[in-house]
């Protein structure tokens, strides 16, 4: 399926149902990368300094992003964001983005977006931002912060390229113990 025809009219934008799950699921998260962002923490007498920098690796690392089956069953039972995009002519779900809801914040933490491998670089993710964007407006909230795994440098560039901000990280954020960082875009 590389290279796989795509006409836009056929897209469809959805709220994901609970039988999307293993579609979603089954959907190729895989990325490659040459550069992590490394974190530094140096805790001082009167400050925290936190440096993070882009570091080159000495060979490609392939990872892929996995996503966490509870994450859109809960989206489903709390009504949260969970939009699939799929293409009518074949029925196949070709992305979906995930986030959930923080209401006493007012926040959206968008935790999935995933495009299959040979539909991503056709603007889908950015559609899927979109969507996820104007849902969090739709709902009165004031900010989405996006969890990036450190070693996800693709992502990280996507989220930036998004107009999003960096704004923290957290040791051991994800299941696998992965530095995660986050960044911001207000509502």
Same mark, same amino acid.
């Given at each position: 399926? =590389?290279?796989?025809?795509?006409? @836009?009219?056929?897209?469809? #934008?959805?709220?994901?149902v609970?039988? /999307?799950?293993p !579609?979603?699921?089954?959907?190729?998260?895989?990325?490659?990368?040459?550069?992590?962002? =490394?974190?530094?923490?140096? +805790?001082?007498?009167?400050?925290? =300094?936190?440096?993070?920098?882009?570091?080159?690796? $000495?060979?490609?690392? /392939?990872?892929?992003?996995?996503?966490?089956?509870?994450?859109?069953?809960? %989206?489903?039972?709390?009504? !949260?964001?969970?939009?699939?995009? =799929?293409?009518?002519?074949?029925?196949?779900?070709?992305?979906?983005?995930?986030?959930?809801?923080?209401?006493?914040?007012?926040?959206?933490?968008l935790?999935?977006?995933?495009? /299959?491998? $040979?539909?991503?670089?056709r603007?889908?993710?950015?559609?899927?931002?979109?969507?996820?964007?104007?849902?969090?407006?739709? !709902?009165?909230?004031?900010q989405?912060?996006?969890?990036? $795994?450190?070693?996800? !440098?693709p992502?990280?560039?996507?989220?930036?390229?998004?107009? #999003?901000?960096?704004?923290g #990280?957290?040791?051991h @954020? #994800?299941?696998?113990? +992965?530095? %995660?960082?986050?960044?911001s875009?207000?509502?």
């Amino acid at each position: 399926m =590389q290279n796989a025809g795509l006409d @836009h009219s056929q897209l469809v #934008f959805r709220d994901g149902v609970a039988e /999307d799950i293993p !579609y979603c699921l089954a959907l190729d998260g895989a990325y490659q990368t040459e550069h992590v962002w =490394q974190m530094t923490l140096q +805790e001082l007498s009167e400050e925290i =300094q936190v440096n993070c920098r882009r570091q080159r690796l $000495p060979r490609r690392l /392939d990872s892929r992003h996995e996503t966490n089956p509870a994450h859109l069953e809960s %989206a489903l039972l709390r009504a !949260y964001c969970f939009v699939v995009v =799929q293409d009518k002519s074949s029925n196949h779900i070709l992305g979906f983005v995930s986030m959930r809801v923080d209401e006493l914040s007012q926040v959206a933490y968008l935790q999935d977006i995933v495009i /299959d491998r $040979p539909y991503r670089r056709r603007s889908l993710g950015s559609r899927l931002a979109h969507v996820a964007r104007v849902w969090a407006s739709e !709902y009165d909230l004031r900010q989405i912060i996006f969890e990036i $795994p450190t070693t996800n !440098y693709p992502c990280i560039l996507f989220a930036q390229a998004l107009g #999003f901000s960096f704004c923290g #990280f957290n040791d051991h @954020h #994800f299941a696998n113990r +992965e530095i %995660a960082v986050f960044f911001s875009l207000s509502i």
